[in-house]
């Protein structure tokens, strides 16, 4: 298992929802498999791996039989609405046929926290803030950054709206 994966770690925020660090070889993906994950979604853009990582990576999880998908997000960048709509429809999708899901970003520290509140919110009706709350409880470390959680409050209200008028 690699150092990083180790050091950042991962933890499950819901009963088949993990969230955590971004994956970097064989050896971690092995330790998704252990978990019981089924299904990736990949947060993480293509520079953020250094030379072969991403390679070796798809291929393991390929070997495996687990599913990946991606949406890639900025790192310490802004999280687009409907980027936030589609990861989070994805991840409830997946939980809904009974996967066990893991969710990353780099470090599991923010755009993999902020996504996880967002599935936390629609699937138990609660607000933003308190699914942010649910989910620091999980893993202290999660904590997106100021305008992350301004662009998920602003995601939320806007779904708010939208379900409002129709």
């Given at each position: 298992m690699s150092r990083w994966f180790r050091t950042y770690?991962?933890?499950p925020v819901l009963e088949h929802l993990v969230i955590g660090a971004y994956p970097l070889d064989a050896g971690d993906v092995e330790m998704l498999q252990w978990m019981g994950i089924d299904r990736v979604l990949n947060l993480v853009q293509d520079s953020e791996y250094t030379d072969g990582e991403r390679e070796e990576v798809s291929g393991a999880l390929l070997s495996l039989?687990?599913?990946e998908r991606r949406v890639e997000l900025v790192d310490h960048g802004d999280l687009p609405a409907e980027a936030l709509e589609h990861a989070s429809q994805q991840v409830l999708g997946w939980l809904d046929e009974g996967r066990r899901v893991y969710l990353h970003c780099r470090a599991g520290w923010q755009r993999s926290a902020a996504v996880a509140a967002a599935v936390i919110a629609l699937r138990d009706g609660t607000d933003i803030a308190e699914?942010?709350?649910?989910?620091?409880?999980?893993?202290?470390?999660?904590?997106p950054l100021p305008h992350q959680r301004e662009d998920l409050l602003r995601w939320w209200n806007g779904r708010e709206v939208r379900r409002a008028d129709g």
């Open positions: 770690g991962y933890v039989g687990i599913e699914a942010l709350e649910r989910v620091r409880q999980r893993k202290p470390s999660a904590d």
